[in-house]
């Protein structure tokens, strides 16, 4: 018997079982491990990406249910009393005008509590003239917006929206590139306007959500988090926000 004929199906039998119960099982668990191990890790990561974006949603929700009360409590304050002084403004006499100012002034600090986040509580009379306190807006076709328009024809409710910053001092003076104002608008009918002179209230709030919104993108652009570019966008999927001032268009996951 040639014994050199009976190494060589042993040396291929040996390799083949070693393949097989080894090598075989090794990989597949390997494989199966960092699967299992992977899909924990993304699970882990978008649990965290839902978390954040939940208190992002949280913050601007509790901002704008704040300030449409305050703006419906400053309406209603002692019989519409600032309204009726908005209204005793659109007056030819100057002077006349700037005492109903000084009044509607005083009225409005009285009511409103001081903050750095609310930049203007504005009047709009249906002549024209305008009032502001704190800062004059200087937002250009204002009226063709569409939270303003909404207002028009929804009178005595607040109706919110937003208005995205692009240049400095675009919207008033100090005003910074990248700021986020919430509006708040309210357009009087003839019960609580009893002058029938007003258009519009408007209250415009300096939002935090978009300094969060710029920390958390600079973090992940640095790789100091996994969160992903976020951007904040209305029901309809229309941009109202972005820390570069873009629309991405990449749905792809979490954006």
Known sequence: MNLKNIKLPLKKMYYRMFAAFIVIPFITVLLVSLFILNQR????????????QASVANNLSQDVKIMSLRLSHLVRT??????????????EDNTLRYEY???LQQSGN????????????SFYLKSNNKAYINSEITIENLADTDWYKKALEKPNQVVVGSHFIRENGEAFVGS??????LTFAFAP???TDRSEKLEMLVLYYDTDVADRLKEYNKGYLAKKNNLGIMQL????????FSSDGSCREERRGYT
């Open 189 to 191: 009918d003839r019960t």
């Open 233 to 240: 966008v209305d029901a309809d999927g229309k941009l109202l």
């Open 41 to 52: 890790f993304k699970e882990q990561a978008l649990n965290q990406i839902r978390t954040t």
């Open 176 to 181: 910074r590139e990248g700021t986020l104002l």
């Open 110 to 121: 009285f009511v409103f509590e001081p903050t750095s986040q609310l930049v203007s509580l």
């Open 78 to 91: 002692n019989n519409n009393e600032m309204l009726d002084y908005a209204a005793l403004l659109d007056s």
């Open 101 to 103: 100012f000084q009044k």
